[in-house]
C-alpha cells in the first residue's frame, strides 16, 4: 500500500496556484510608465498553428509570433480530439486507476530518464512550444515562466502540457481552474480574457478585493468559434469570469474536417455543412439561453464566406443580434493566457506562500528594450 501511495503521490504533483478568481465585465488595465516592467508570455496551442503574446504591467498586450504546424502536430490534434484517443491520467478517482495507468506512468518517466520528451505527443507539443519561445526570447529577452492555452480536446491532458513544458526549460502555470490536475486554459477562457472580459480592473491592489469582484461578475452565456485552416470549433458556454467556465462536452464540437483547407473540395456543399455544424449547439437545444456574446478566434475567421455564413446562423437562431468580437482572433487566446499568466506572476511574487514561486533569477531578470509603440491593443 506505500508503494502504491508512493506513485499516487508523484503523479499528482502538479503545483496549483494559490489564488482564486470567479466571476463577466471589462476588465480595464492600469498604465504604467514603462515597458520594462515584469510581463507574461502566453501561448495557444491550436488547430493548425501555434501563437505566443506578451503582455506588459502597463497593459500593452502584443502577438508576437505565429508558427504553421507541421504534419505530426496537426495529425496529433486531430487524434486528441477523438472520444476513442482518451486514457487514464491524474488525477486518480481511486487506487485501482493509478494501478493500471502505472505502466503508462513508468514508460514516461523512463522517456524523461534518457531525456526524451515523455510521449511522442508531448514531442510534438515541445517542438512548437520551443518554436514559440525562440521567436519570444527574440522580441523580449530570455523567458523562465509562461502560460498556455489550447482547444478543448477530449484526449489532451494537463500532464501533456506540463511535460512539453519541462522538457524546453520552462516552468508551467497552473492556472487556478477546474479540478487539481485538469486546470488546463482552454481557448473559450483565455479568449475571454485577451477581448477584454473576466478580470479584475486592479491585479496589483488588494487580492481579495479583486477576487471579490471577479466572483460578483455577471454570468453570460458565450458562443465561441475557432476556424482556422485545419478545424472548425463551436461551444455554447457559461462564464463569469475568465477563471469560471462551464464548457461541458455536449455543448463543445469541433470538426478537423472543416477546416477553411477543404472549403475548396466542394464548395456549397462545404459552406451548407459549415452553418449545420456553427448551428448544431442552438438547434438541438432549443430551450438553452442563447449567447449575449459570441468570440471569434483561428486566421479564418475574417473570411468573408465565413462570417457570411455565420451572420445567417445567428439571424435564423436568435431573435437579437448578439455581440460579436473579433479584433485580432488569430492571436486573441494567446494574448489572454499572456495576460493571465502576468497577473499569477505578480500574485506569485506578493505571495511568498504559493505554490508557484518566482525565483530570484525570474525577479531579476532584464528585458531587452521594446521598440514598438505601446499600443493597449495589438495584432
Known amino acids: 500500500m506505500q508503494f502504491i501511495l508512493q506513485i499516487l503521490s508523484t503523479a499528482l504533483n502538479f503545483c496549483t496556484v494559490t489564488s482564486a478568481y470567479v466571476g463577466s465585465q471589462k476588465t480595464t488595465s492600469n498604465s504604467h510608465k514603462s515597458l520594462g516592467s515584469p510581463f507574461g508570455v502566453g501561448f495557444d496551442l491550436t488547430a493548425s498553428y501555434g501563437s505566443a503574446a506578451v503582455s506588459f504591467s502597463n497593459g500593452t498586450i502584443v502577438t508576437v509570433a505565429q508558427i504553421p504546424g507541421d504534419q505530426d502536430y496537426n495529425d496529433m490534434l486531430r487524434r486528441l480530439s477523438l472520444a476513442a484517443s482518451r486514457h ?6 481511486n487506487v485501482g486507476e493509478a494501478w493500471e495507468d502505472m505502466p503508462r506512468q513508468y514508460l514516461r518517466k523512463a522517456r524523461k530518464a534518457v531525456g526524451l520528451p515523455a510521449s511522442q505527443d508531448v514531442g510534438h507539443l515541445a517542438k512548437m512550444l520551443s ?60 479568449a475571454y480574457a485577451g477581448y477584454g472580459y473576466g478580470l479584475c480592473s486592479d491585479y496589483k491592489g488588494d487580492p481579495e478585493v479583486c477576487k ?54 466542394s464548395t456549397a456543399e462545404y459552406w451548407a455543412t459549415v452553418e449545420l455544424k456553427l448551428g448544431e449547439i442552438l ?3 432549443p430551450n438553452y439561453e442563447r449567447p449575449s456574446m459570441v468570440m471569434l478566434m483561428g486566421d479564418r475567421t475574417e473570411e468573408s464566406k465565413f462570417r457570411a455564413t455565420l451572420k445567417k446562423v445567428l439571424s435564423d437562431q436568435m431573435q437579437e443580434s448578439p455581440e460579436v468580437l473579433s479584433e485580432c482572433g488569430r492571436g486573441i487566446a494567446a494574448k489572454g493566457a499572456a495576460e493571465m499568466a502576468k497577473r499569477e506572476i505578480f500574485l506569485a511574487k506578493q505571495n511568498p506562500s504559493s505554490c508557484f514561486k518566482a525565483t530570484k533569477k525570474e525577479k531579476e531578470l532584464p528585458m531587452r528594450k521594446w521598440t514598438i509603440s505601446a499600443s493597449r491593443s495589438r495584432c
Do not use: C
Open 283 to 285: 438547434v438541438e437545444y
Open 131 to 190: 518554436g514559440l519561445r525562440t521567436v519570444v526570447e527574440e522580441r523580449v529577452g530570455p523567458i523562465i515562466t509562461a502560460g498556455v492555452t489550447t482547444m478543448h480536446l477530449a484526449a489532451l491532458y494537463d500532464e501533456d502540457l506540463h511535460d512539453a513544458f519541462e522538457y524546453v526549460g520552462l516552468k508551467y502555470i497552473t492556472f487556478p481552474i477546474g479540478a487539481v490536475g485538469h486546470n488546463i486554459l482552454y481557448e473559450t477562457s483565455a
Open 88 to 93: 487514464l491520467s491524474p488525477p486518480y478517482n
Open 212 to 265: 471579490n469582484e471577479q466572483w460578483n461578475m455577471t454570468d453570460q452565456v458565450v458562443m465561441a468559434v475557432v476556424y482556422t485552416d485545419t478545424a472548425l470549433s463551436v461551444s455554447l458556454s457559461n462564464l463569469a469570469s475568465a477563471y469560471a467556465l462551464w464548457e461541458p462536452p455536449y455543448r463543445y464540437l469541433v470538426d478537423f474536417d472543416l477546416g477553411y483547407q477543404a472549403s475548396s473540395l
